[in-house]
């Protein structure tokens, strides 16, 4: 019996054999094209995503007839997006889209975007395209530029000659080849790897092959194996009952393949082959979520498994040796172990392999972008910032700049993940961010979401102050997480501002009336204090108007050029503040060196020269960092813009401490020498001290928290902190009302004031005199 079935079994190996060879002959007109959920099939085509973000394209049907076929439900979702029927005589494609014909009258819908001409000298300008040549005007070729397919199909898809010769060159790529995948029936070969559809020039090395083996990660390494007998799963429905320590024939169809290979894997199948509910070969993309081992083959070759070889040893075998397909976009699969070209770098999209893609061209910002914030994987973006030689991603120096973007901040310390947009709660994705270089919203969401950043790093607390302006509830604007606060925010320093204006207003008019007010040097010291402050209070008052309008800030309606310019009138205004030490140096030297009109002469036009020329310079050197300092703009650049104000308040004091001291010498000299005249000399130091503490106060009262807000910011501190801003806006504008406060003290006292002031001196005067006796 056993002699009698050898030549049974010979005969069918014979048969299978030369089946083989027919697929072999057909295979050119069926051969899958790969796809996945983000490249796309070529005209008349839609990816099946037979493994949820993956699968290969089939042939359009009408958009109706995709629910019948046997596609999962991403698939069908995709068959019918992709698939809307069109003809010269009905069914108009929608707005935006145009009416491709693939048969002559009727076709299918696409973007309008992808209409567009090319011809022999104006070739298809995006990568990734190629020129049909389907039209002549005259003796010139011209055509649509069309998408590349994903595979090696140009000839395949009707084009005429040039039509093919533009796909062959514009959509194929020389990768390496290598997936070596074997599959033995019964010791009878069966499968190899090919190179078809993967690269455009295919080597004729393939002996009898249907189909290309996919289910392995480019690891380099022997990735999987298995053997053991056939048996019938059929769809895959349920688990295998029969699977236990054999290789699971299951058929195309119904659920994913995930799916199917699981039903196998549960009752402890060690392999599948999934053949495909149609004629055309069917081939497998890998499964990340089982470790069966897989491959797919056609309808005809499983109907060959299915009736004749139940029961039969077959073995698997997968090797990932330097698998790299073409995709549509002239892209190589890649790994660690599987390199790209020099100029790519591997995107690393499904973790352990990826696709291989070109360095962006142009400047180290362009490249940095490119690797940063163009949706790659971690791993991607820093396997692009190595091959491409990028460093990182650098921002002007500001208080509100986002810091130096690189690889090297891809790290959380312990600490969570910095959540863009904490509460998901995004209103507008679509918005730019003007200091992230107008990245849009959803691309830094993006980039947060995907990357780990720190969430103590400085950059992630700049994301959040700058988050308001895509609608993110939260901390964002300064802590001002409402539109009250956004509001009194930018009018309180309005009414501030009002108050300096007036002040300072009257201050001048009332010097410039009299004569014998304009010839004093403190009162010209005066009168140019206020017109600065008046400058700088009107500036002041126009708060968030100027800021850019694209920056979302509450009432903002300027551009570059009104916040630069609101900026630098600020920054004259704090001219006033320096002419605040010249009207201390005056009160020095009247108190303690007893000058007169001619020594005050002598020191006059350093008095103005000096604040003036130090107020301009660095109002001018602030011009290229005027910026949005959410209360109205102003010099944005840490640190050295507060040097003028911080010396002035330096000096000022100094001089009022020295004042003081002499002062206080002269006193006690007067009370051991001269008893007698201490009540006059007393009213005279007290009043000429007093009246320059008093100037000293109001700078201290303006400047003061503002200074600190401002040290915090450039500090990387304190990005949230509405109260202290709140205060820093209100107070900063009001030195020209102090200003005034202070003159209209003085006035008060030599227009009658000075009554009471002498009653108060002969009643202490009194009591001294009945205290000695």
């Known amino acids: 019996s056993q002699v009698d079935a050898m030549p049974s079994f010979n005969f069918l190996s014979l048969q299978f054999l030369l089946l083989l060879l027919k697929f072999r002959l057909i295979r050119s007109e069926y051969s899958p094209i790969p796809c996945t959920d983000f490249s796309t099939c070529t005209s008349g085509f839609f990816c099946n995503l037979d493994n949820s973000h993956s699968g290969f394209c089939q042939s359009c049907v009408d958009s109706d007839a995709c629910k019948g076929l046997t596609l999962s439900e991403a698939g069908a979702k995709n068959c019918v997006s992709s698939c809307k029927t069109c003809s010269d005589v009905g069914t108009d494609c929608s707005q935006g889209s145009f009416c491709k014909f693939v048969n002559g009258s009727s076709g299918f819908c696409f973007a309008e975007e992808l209409r567009e001409t090319c011809s022999e000298l104006a070739p298809c300008a995006r990568n990734g395209y190629f020129c049909d040549f389907e039209s002549q005007v005259g003796d010139r070729l011209e055509g649509l530029c069309r998408i590349c397919s994903i595979g090696n199909d140009c000839f395949r898809q009707g084009l005429p000659e040039h039509g093919v010769a533009s796909c062959t ?43 290309k083996c996919t289910n392995a990660m480019p690891t380099g390494r022997y990735y999987l194996n298995a053997s053991g007998q056939l048996v019938d799963c059929g769809l895959g429905l349920q688990n295998c009952a029969d699977a236990d320590g054999a290789i699971c024939l299951i058929q195309r169809g119904k659920n994913s393949i995930l799916e199917k290979l699981q039903a196998c894997e549960n009752e402890n ?89 070109n360095c962006a061209n142009g400047s180290q910002k362009v490249k940095a972008m490119h690797c940063l914030f163009s949706g790659l994987s971690q791993k991607g973006a820093k396997t692009c910032a190595d091959k491409c030689d990028v460093e990182s991603i650098s921002f002007p120096t500001c208080k509100f700049c986002p810091k130096e973007i690189s690889v090297d901040n891809f790290h959380l310390g312990g600490r969570p993940n910095c959540d863009f947009c904490p509460n998901d709660d995004m209103k507008y994705p679509d918005r730019n961010i003007r200091m992230y270089d107008n990245i849009p919203c959803w691309n830094i969401d993006r980039f947060y979401n995907d990357y780990q950043i720190d969430s103590d790093s400085t950059n992630c607390k700049i994301a959040h102050l700058m988050n308001y302006i895509c609608g993110c509830s939260g901390t964002g604007y300064v802590g001002a997480n409402s539109e009250r606060k956004k509001a009194l925010l930018a009018w309180l320093p309005r009414i501030s501002a009002s108050l300096s204006i007036m002040g ?35 500036a002041y008052a126009l708060t968030t108007l100027p800021i850019y309008k694209e920056d979302f800030v509450y009432g903002a309606l300027g551009n570059k050029q009104t916040c630069i310019a609101q900026g630098f009138f600020i920054q004259i205004g704090t001219i006033s503040a320096l002419l605040n030490v010249s009207l201390s140096m005056y009160y020095l030297g009247r108190l303690k060196y007893s000058w007169g ?50 010396l002035a308040l330096i000096a000022a004091s100094t001089i009022m401490f020295t004042l003081y001291r002499h ?40 400047w003061t928290p503002y200074l600190v807000l401002q040290y915090l910011w450039a500090s990387e501190k304190a990005y949230f902190a509405y109260n202290l801003a709140t205060v820093a806006g209100i107070l900063v504008p009001l030195q020209g009302f102090w200003n005034f406060c202070n003159y209209m003290r003085k006035k008060m006292k030599l227009i009658g004031y000075d009554v009471i002031y002498e009653m108060n001196l002969s009643i202490k005067s009194f009591s001294e005199m009945n205290w000695s006796r």
């Open 169 to 211: 060159e514009s959509c194929s790529d020389q990768c390496f080849s290598g997936l070596y995948s074997k599959m033995f029936v019964n010791g009878t070969f069966y499968s190899n790897n090919v190179d078809i559809p993967y690269c455009a020039n295919p080597k004729n090395n393939d002996v009898i092959s249907t189909e």
């Open 269 to 357: 199948g060690i392999g599948a082959i999934i053949y495909n509910n149609e004629t055309s070969n069917f081939m497998q993309w890998p499964e990340e979520n089982t470790t069966v081992p897989s491959v797919g083959i056609s309808g005809e070759g499983g109907d060959i498994l299915l009736n004749h070889f139940l029961g039969v040893p077959v073995e698997i075998m997968i090797w990932d040796y330097a698998y790299a397909g073409v995709t549509g976009f002239n892209e190589c699969r890649c790994s660690e172990n599987v390199s790209c070209a020099n100029g790519q770098f591997c995107n690393y999209n499904y973790d352990v392999y990826g696709y291989c893609e």
């Open 504 to 538: 300072s207003s009257y201050i001048i008019i009332d010097i410039s009336r009299s004569k014998e007010l304009r010839i004093k040097l403190i009162n010209q010291i005066l009168v140019g204090l206020s017109v600065f402050d008046f400058i700088g209070s009107m």
């Open 597 to 646: 009109r001619h020594e005050m002469k002598k020191i006059k036009i350093f008095l103005f020269a000096a604040p003036i020329l130090v107020g301009l310079v660095f109002a001018g050197a602030g011009i290229p960092f005027y910026d949005n300092m959410f209360l109205w703009c102003n010099n944005s650049a840490k640190w050295w813009p507060e040097i003028p104000i911080i």
């Open 663 to 702: 002062v206080s010498k002269e006193e006690k000299v007067m009370i051991m020498y001269r008893r007698g005249s201490i009540n006059s000399l007393d009213s005279m130091s007290n009043s000429v001290m007093w009246e320059s503490a008093w100037y000293l106060l109001s700078l201290y009262c303006t």
